[in-house]
């Protein structure tokens, strides 16, 4: 597995790293000091696994998890305080380790991975020249990933915005985040998800999308003013 390790102390990442020598089930070991970094780190690098710390400057390991939506890496949190176990089982994580994080139990972690990531399903890799197959009416369309500028919740559909049209799918917004390659779209807003590159401006909590404003909510501001790369 190749490993991302992200705690901003830096005797916490000596540790983490000495633990993980101890075990062949690790191709890679990265580490880096705040989810800022990491987040970087997760969109050039492809990593199978996160040892993540909560509370750390700016973004905090929760933050990031969220913004990185259901296309994420298995994490294990790594912190020293208890009170955010509930919150981090949420996010459907592996395991969350107390610190001082001791070899038995650094490796009933590392079990409960093995047994995940080996009946992960291989996932898909798309291309700009890759599609999805929608329901229209009583037809199934193809529909170009690189023809879609946004997705909107409406009740109980999702509008999938083109150039030209738009979609109604019956479906949630969490169903099409799901299907849709982590690398190419960022949700923005509970009601938006974006193709990145299709972003042509941002200001004052509002990005320009074709013809259309949508709305920046300030949970996905940080994580998305990263992707996006700005200089």
């Known amino acids: 597995m190749n490993t991302l390790i992200v705690d901003d102390n830096l005797v916490a990442r000596s540790v983490l790293l000495k633990l993980c020598s101890q075990t062949r089930d690790f191709a890679t070991v990265t580490d880096c000091g705040s989810a800022d970094e990491a987040l970087h780190i997760l969109l050039n690098k492809p990593i199978d696994l996160l040892l993540l710390d909560i509370e750390m400057p700016g973004m905090s390991g929760l933050e990031l998890a969220k913004s990185l939506g259901q296309k994420k890496p298995l994490i294990i949190f790594t912190t ?8 981090a089982f949420e996010l459907n994580v592996v395991d969350y380790l107390v610190k001082p994080i001791n070899t038995a139990r650094f490796h009933q972690a590392l079990e409960k991975v093995r047994e995940v990531y080996d009946s992960k399903k291989e996932e898909v890799s798309y291309t700009q020249d890759e599609f999805i197959f929608i329901r229209d009416g009583n037809v199934v369309k193809q529909l170009k990933l ?5 997705a909107e919740a409406m009740g109980d559909y999702v509008k999938l915005h083109t150039q030209e049209k ?3 799918v019956h479906t949630t917004l ?4 799901q299907r849709l390659p982590a690398s190419m779209f960022s949700r923005v807003h509970r009601s938006y998800l974006v193709a990145i590159s299709k972003i042509e401006s941002l200001q004052e909590g509002t990005l320009k999308v074709g013809k259309h404003n949508i709305p920046l909510a300030d949970a996905y501001r940080k994580p998305l003013s990263i992707r996006m790369n700005i200089i």
């Open 166 to 168: 738009f979609y109604a």
């Open 174 to 177: 969490k169903s099409v985040e």
């Open 80 to 87: 020293s305080k208890t009170e955010y176990a509930a919150e």
């Open 146 to 150: 690189d023809d879609l500028l946004f």
